[in-house]
């Protein structure tokens, strides 16, 4: 049985092997309550088709609605990764159902480099373990085998 993790990266992959806009989300930081953990990821297609899960649901549906032309939206942006946050206040903790006011921070990918995914995937089904590091200015991907598990880390940049 695969990984949710693997299936999230595979089919980003295989999307944008065929063409698709992807989006690449990941969850950076959580505060109060949350229905995911840190590094959790999903893959959104610019038709609106999701693999895994950034939340319960709402947030994918929200970003859905931004980054797709699923609802007549204007689709992804071409621009380096991004960013957002959802929860910050009460009421949008409850329209975006975080519960007991939890907030969340995401990392956006769009359209992630092709060739850094199939790498990455490749060194994973070789049985490596691998760190992935992201540049957000420059959207530059750097990857490095290591010898034990690493916890999720960000640092802003």
């Avoid at 319960?56 to 007549?72: N, V």
């Avoid at 960013?83 to 969340?104: I, K, M, N, Q, W």
Wanted: charged content about 20%.
């Amino acid at each position: 049985m695969e990984s949710i993790d693997l299936l999230v990266l595979r089919s980003a992959h295989d999307w944008l092997l065929a063409g698709e806009r992807v989006l690449l989300a990941t969850v950076a930081r959580t505060w109060g309550s949350s229905p995911r953990p840190v590094g959790s990821m999903m893959a959104l297609r610019g038709d609106g088709r999701v693999v895994g899960s950034v939340s319960g649901g709402c947030i994918e549906d929200d970003l859905i609605h931004r980054y797709t032309t699923a609802y007549r939206g204007e689709g992804m942006p071409s621009s380096p990764p991004q960013v957002v946050r959802y929860g910050v206040s009460a009421d949008e903790a409850h329209r975006f159902g975080l519960p007991c006011g939890g907030t969340l921070e995401l990392i956006l990918e769009f359209d992630p480099a092709l060739a850094s995914l199939g790498q990455l995937l490749q060194l994973l089904e070789d049985g490596n373990l691998v760190r992935r590091a992201l540049n957000l200015q420059s959207g530059q991907v750097q990857l490095t085998t290591s010898v034990a598990p690493e916890p999720f880390q960000f640092d802003g940049k």
